[in-house]
């Protein structure tokens, strides 16, 4: 099986912009979670779908924000970029979200101009 | 407010030494714990979770909800465990694993 694909793998925008990430989770797993990493506060819980409905969020503010298709595909999406969230972004998948085992992608690392 | 902390930033030992990694939470009701370990360029993957009581490439960990401790242990490093080690809570929402609340991470070295 196919692990979890994250596009894109690095990309830098500038202050203001928006960008979008995208992830395709393992082939029959319906949920997708995703975490924001940094130095600083380590990895940190933004939302996870389940079948198309986000069913938990974090604690980040309203610029932050996802959706999930019905083949379980996964975006997310930051508007109004900031310094601060330059980060590595991290998908993760499970068949249904419901035992701790996550599997992960290789992140979508985002620089802030 | 749940919690994981990781008191040890790095960890260094010699190879066939004993290793402990530090992990303490803090969360109201019974929580659901785990070890997460990177590997050098791998992904981020799951090493155990407590309700298996299992041993995963000679590691375990035992939950001690009197100390609210949940410590990772091998009795005797190998060069192969060197890796950035998490320990993770389930988050608050009930029937649902797939917020994870992560400690800062331990890097381990093993030194041969």
């Known amino acids: 099986k196919a692990g979890v694909t994250q596009t894109p793998r690095y990309l830098i925008k500038t202050r203001g912009q928006q960008v979008t990430l995208s992830c395709s989770p393992i082939s029959g797993h319906r949920s997708v979670s995703w975490y924001q990493q940094t130095p600083g506060q380590g990895l940190q819980f933004l939302f996870e779908y389940f079948s198309e409905t986000q069913r938990n969020k974090g604690n980040f503010p309203g610029r932050f924000s996802g959706r999930q298709f019905s083949n379980s595909r996964s975006e997310m999406n930051v508007s109004t970029l900031e310094l601060g969230d330059s980060a590595l972004y991290l998908c993760?998948?499970?068949?249904?979200?419901?035992?701790?085992?996550?599997?992960f992608g290789e992140g979508s690392r985002l620089t802030v101009l | 407010a749940q919690r994981v902390t990781q008191p040890e930033k790095l960890l260094s030992v010699f190879k066939g030494a004993p290793v402990e990694l530090k992990c303490n939470y803090s969360y109201s009701g019974s929580p659901e714990l785990f070890w997460y370990v990177q590997y050098s360029r791998q992904r981020l993957q799951l090493l155990l979770r407590?309700?298996s009581r299992e041993s995963i490439k000679g590691f375990t960990a035992d939950l001690n909800k009197g100390e609210t401790s949940f410590h990772l242990k091998k009795p005797f490093a190998q060069e192969e465990d060197s890796a950035m080690y998490y320990c993770a809570l389930s988050g608050p929402y009930g029937g649902s694993q797939g917020n994870l609340i992560f400690g800062k991470g331990t890097k381990l070295s093993v030194k041969p």
């Open positions: 993760a998948s499970s068949l249904t979200g419901t035992t701790g085992e996550l599997f």
């Open positions: 407590h309700i």
